[in-house]
């Protein structure tokens, strides 16, 4: 599955960089969202972490990194990755639907700049992640064996499924 994550986001980098050239900065900045949501879900099931359901998962991140004991390079990094994954999950709506209540439209509400930052963010994410994911990919098999370990107020509901009969371990 985290193969598969990190592959969905560099799609989705692809389509950003290609809606960034083509003038649809709204679009960009929306597949450079989902870009680092793929990035980092990726990383959560490499490490056997069911994350909550949203699309900003950092915070559920920073906790599995720490308990899991990641490499210090990348938990340097994590501060910078949660606030790109923070600040571009506000931006997911607005970019799809536009600001709805004002009818103004996603293409009038982001400039080149807004899209450049945000494609520059997902490639750094995607790469911090590739790199993680290549780095531990093969170490970390064993523990996905288990069953999900699970973070959160959403971990919480999924372990009372669980317990109920409601959820398979995966």
């Known amino acids: 599955m985290a193969k598969a994550y990190i592959?969905?986001?560099?799609?989705?980098?692809k389509e950003a960089k290609t809606?960034?050239?083509g003038g649809l900065h709204h679009?960009?900045?929306?597949?450079?969202?989902e870009c680092v949501e793929f990035s980092l879900k990726a990383i959560l099931r490499l490490l056997g972490v069911e994350y909550p359901r949203q699309h900003e998962v950092s915070a559920v991140l920073e906790e599995a990194?720490?308990?899991?004991?990641l490499p210090e390079w990348f938990l340097s990094a994590l501060p910078e990755?949660?606030?790109?994954?923070?600040?571009?999950?506000?931006?997911?709506?607005?970019?799809?639907?536009?600001?709805?209540?004002?009818?103004t439209p996603p293409r009038s509400l982001y400039r080149e700049d807004d899209a450049e930052k945000a494609v520059t963010?997902?490639?750094?994410?995607?790469?911090?992640?590739?790199?993680?994911?290549?780095?531990?990919?093969?170490?970390?098999?064993k523990e996905l064996i288990s069953g999900p370990e699970w973070f959160g107020e959403e971990g919480e509901r999924g372990r009372r499924q669980e317990r109920c009969g409601r959820v398979e371990p995966s």
């Open 27 to 33: 679009r960009a900045v929306r597949r450079a969202q």
């Open 7 to 13: 592959e969905d986001a560099g799609y989705s980098l």
């Open 65 to 69: 990194a720490r308990r899991k004991g």
């Open 81 to 103: 990755v949660s606030l790109i994954s923070r600040r571009l999950a506000e931006e997911r709506g607005p970019a799809f639907y536009g600001e709805e209540r004002a009818f």
């Open 121 to 141: 963010d997902a490639e750094k994410v995607l790469g911090l992640c590739r790199k993680l994911l290549q780095e531990l990919g093969s170490s970390v098999g």
């Open 19 to 21: 809606a960034f050239k």
